[in-house]
């Protein structure tokens, strides 16, 4: 099944901020938020990506995990007048 990710290609990338330090905590886009651990998508508690759409994706050490809801979601219809949901364990989808 075709995901709905916008960030499936960062699964277990170390991203590095502009300084080439490996990027901790939050960062600020005009349109998202990502945050970071030891330079892995990773969200403490909650989405480690939110965009101002209404998409969220939880990760957790750099793939796409949740253990109690859906790791990938939208909040309101996209487009096409839909919502979507996608459960992701330790970077595998489930279907």
Known sequence: MASKSRLLQ???KICRNDSGKIQNGDVLFPKMILRFKNGLLH???GPAAEYM???HEWWENGKLHRDDGPA???IVEDEDGNKYEEW???GEQLL
Request: hydrophobic content about 15%.
């Open 53 to 55: 759409d209404g998409h």
């Open 10 to 12: 960062y699964t277990d």
């Open 72 to 74: 990938v979601y939208t």
């Open 88 to 90: 992701w364990k330790k």
């Open 43 to 45: 969200g403490e508690g």
